[in-house]
């Protein structure tokens, strides 16, 4: 079973469409969690951390749910400006500085 | 002002010769990494180097050799490149070691075996 597992979609929505994104993680004692963001061509850059609350960051929303081992990203208000692919990012606890990524959710925004 | 660079960002080659991908990084960070994104666009972990000190080693063939002169560099050196070898290889850097810490990326650098 693979440490992050993503639906790889593609979605495709209208502007200003409202679109979610789940990831489910395999290890029990991961503790760190992200949601990254990558261009076609480009690298990955960090959208925003996970928090075990949940976090807002703008028309972003995350959530974390540690009984099912679950992640969600939230993205209201869809621009044309967010067509990319969304990475699930998550450690192992024991492991420093190990991160596993999800093969990532593409996203196109239509006009 | 680039954060993470690395060298080539293009790299065409044959079987069997031995090529080298250069990382710099002038974030101050002490941490960096190199990761693999095959055809699939899967994002794995090869090595990652902490002030100097290789910390991780993933499941990665010995034709892959990492070095750290410093801790703003990471070079990768690939001996009797193959067919498999082909895909992008990124750099990265975090602050610290621990996972909690954002990793930025470079550019990448697109590798094709032929």
């Known amino acids: 079973r693979k440490e992050v597992e993503q639906d790889p979609g593609p979605f495709n929505v209208p502007e200003g469409a409202t679109v979610a994104f789940n990831c489910t993680y395999s290890n029990s004692a991961s503790q760190s969690f992200f949601w990254y963001r990558q261009d076609c061509r480009k690298e990955p850059k960090l959208l925003m951390s996970?928090?075990?609350s949940g976090n807002e960051d703008g028309r972003f929303t995350a959530q974390l749910n540690r009984a099912s081992q679950y992640i969600s990203l939230l993205i209201r208000d869809s621009k044309l400006s967010d067509s990319a692919t969304y990475l699930c990012?998550?450690?192992?606890?024991?492991?420093?500085?190990?991160?596993?990524f999800g093969r990532g959710t593409q996203l196109t925004v239509w006009p | 002002d680039t954060a993470v660079s690395q060298t080539p960002k293009y790299l065409v080659t044959q079987m069997g010769n031995d090529k080298s991908i250069k990382c710099e990084q002038n974030?101050?960070?002490?941490?960096m990494y190199w990761y693999k994104q095959d055809s699939k666009k899967f994002l794995k972990i090869m090595f990652s180097y902490n002030n100097k000190e290789l910390i991780i080693n993933e499941t990665v063939p010995n034709r892959f050799s990492p070095k750290s002169p410093d801790k703003a560099h990471l070079n990768l050196h690939i001996n009797s490149l193959e067919l498999g070898d082909s895909a992008v290889y990124f750099c990265?850097?975090?602050?610290?070691?621990?996972?909690?810490?954002?990793?930025?990326f470079g550019p990448g650098t697109r590798l094709t075996v032929t």
């Open positions: 974030l101050g960070h002490d941490t």
């Open positions: 996970v928090y075990s």
């Open positions: 990265a850097s975090s602050q610290q070691l621990f996972s909690s810490y954002e990793q930025y």
């Open positions: 990012v998550v450690n192992r606890g024991s492991t420093l500085g190990r991160l596993y």
